[in-house]
């Protein structure tokens, strides 16, 4: 029973097999694959040394970690620190006071009260908010005040403050 190819009309119809084709076509079948063969990607030069770079890297990390420190009492190190002196008398030193506690009086009570108002931390507020925006830097190779201008915005903060703190 034998089939005989007949061309269709449908560009997109999918040709028939038939059993009678001959050799030829049968070869031309099996050569041409749907995925040819393609060699594996070359791969970077990087890639292909990396694990080697990484076990050299976690070697050395790991001698690192065994090579032992010098300790503050090794003999190569020379150090005038004296373990053995004595500690000086702390007596001469001033010495922190404890805090104080406000006295109970309505003075003391009237100042509470106004610092923990909402219109002092609001005024407080503006006042330093006007004086962190007054670009105040200093550098190391600033002249003499008369003459270096970058001293000038000093002047603009000495104003800021007198404005803020009349009384002061």
């Avoid at 063969?37 to 690192?64: D, E, H, M, T």
């Avoid at 620190?81 to 009237?110: F, H, T, W």
Wanted: aromatic share 6%; net charge negative; charged share 30%.
């Amino acid at each position: 029973m034998s089939r005989s190819k007949v061309p269709s009309s449908d560009p997109h119809s999918i040709p028939l097999l038939s059993e009678s084709q001959d050799d030829n076509e049968q070869q031309n079948c099996t050569n041409r694959s749907l995925y040819p063969p393609q060699p594996p990607p070359k791969r970077s030069l990087l890639n292909r040394y990396s694990w080697i770079v990484a076990v050299i890297l976690l070697l050395i990390f790991v001698g690192l970690l065994a090579i032992p420190k010098p300790s503050r009492h090794s003999p190569d190190i020379e150090d005038d620190y004296d373990d053995e002196a004595p500690v000086p008398d702390s007596s001469g030193i001033c010495k922190q006071l404890p805090p104080m506690d406000l006295v109970n009086d309505e003075i003391s009570r009237e100042l509470e009260k106004v610092l923990k108002s909402k219109d002092f931390l609001k005024e407080a507020t503006e006042r330093l908010s006007g004086a962190v925006q007054i670009p105040t830097e200093s550098f190391d190779d600033m002249g003499p005040v008369d003459r270096d201008p970058r001293w000038d915005i000093f002047k603009e903060f000495q104003n800021h403050l007198k404005l803020s703190y009349p009384l002061v």
